[in-house]
């Protein structure tokens, strides 16, 4: 990654990604060795004048790099703070805010995610992780156990088997582990994929194989009865045109 493009690399913040850009930036401050100027104040009047300056310097640095990773609504409403603490609390207040109507929402999205039919389980997983880690911010305490449910409720019915198989092992919700779950979860997904490939190989292997031996005798069997129906049916023809007895035709 180029470190003066660093900030390019990261997507401009939005309402769905909040959570993955907050830690994108601090690993870019952090490779930066700016981190601090996300939490600390300005130099007292009483410090040097070249503190000062240098200060400001790796400030406006900081200011750049999260300031071009904002939208131009998101750069309006922090264009007037003086830095890059200003910035990212100002940030901070826009995603964060602590409204009942936020947690609502953000709980009614965790308990009723599922898995769309285009996503992985890393994904869903991930999905999962990420709502939980909104709520989090929330001062919104999501378990492990919650977790692993969320995720366990989000799958399709083809994964019942291992719920059930789950539910035989780890009766008790607070055992379920969030890890543990994933993990199995990966694994019956690799399972599926599979038993989906060998079904389709299968169908294409019978499509195109040759005929065997049992098909080729009921063939056979099916050729000449038909053989022998049609030499019926020839025979019967035959004898419908020979004149009865007694019977002339006129030429």
């Known amino acids: 990654m180029d470190s003066?493009?660093?900030?390019?690399?990261?997507?401009k913040l939005n309402n769905s990604n909040y959570h993955f850009w907050k830690i994108r930036i601090e690993h870019v401050l952090a490779l930066k060795d700016l981190e601090e100027f996300l939490v600390d104040d300005p130099p007292g009047d009483d410090?040097?004048?070249t503190d000062i300056t240098q200060w400001t310097r790796k400030d406006k640095k900081a200011q750049a790099i999260i300031g071009l990773t904002l939208s131009d609504d998101l750069l309006e409403n922090v264009r007037e703070v003086k830095t890059a603490k200003e910035?990212?609390?100002t940030i901070k207040?826009?995603?964060e805010r602590h409204t009942l109507l936020n947690k609502l929402a953000a709980r009614r999205k965790f308990y009723t995610a599922t898995k769309e039919e285009s996503e992985s389980i890393l994904q869903f997983a991930n999905r999962i992780r990420h709502i939980s880690a909104t709520l989090a911010t929330m001062n919104v305490t999501i378990s492990e156990s919650e977790k692993a449910m969320?995720?366990?409720?989000?799958l399709p019915d083809e994964y019942r088997a291992l719920i059930s198989a789950l539910d035989a092992v780890d009766s008790d919700e607070s055992e379920l582990n969030w890890e543990h779950v994933k993990s199995r979860v990966l694994q019956e997904e690799?399972?599926?994929?599979?038993?989906?490939?060998?079904?389709?190989?299968?169908?294409?292997t019978a499509a195109f194989s040759p005929i065997r031996p049992v098909n080729r005798f009921i063939l056979l069997v099916l050729l000449v009865i038909y053989g022998i129906v049609l030499i019926a049916i020839t025979a019967i023809g035959q004898d419908t045109l020979k004149p009865s007895a007694g019977q002339n035709?006129?030429?």
């Open 4 to 11: 003066d493009n660093s900030s390019a690399k990261i997507e």
């Open 47 to 49: 410090a040097r004048t």
């Open 87 to 89: 910035m990212w609390h």
């Open 93 to 95: 207040n826009v995603f």
């Open 150 to 154: 969320a995720l366990l409720n989000g």
């Open 190 to 204: 690799q399972r599926i994929v599979m038993r989906i490939k060998t079904a389709q190989k299968k169908s294409e």
């Open 249 to 251: 035709y006129l030429i």
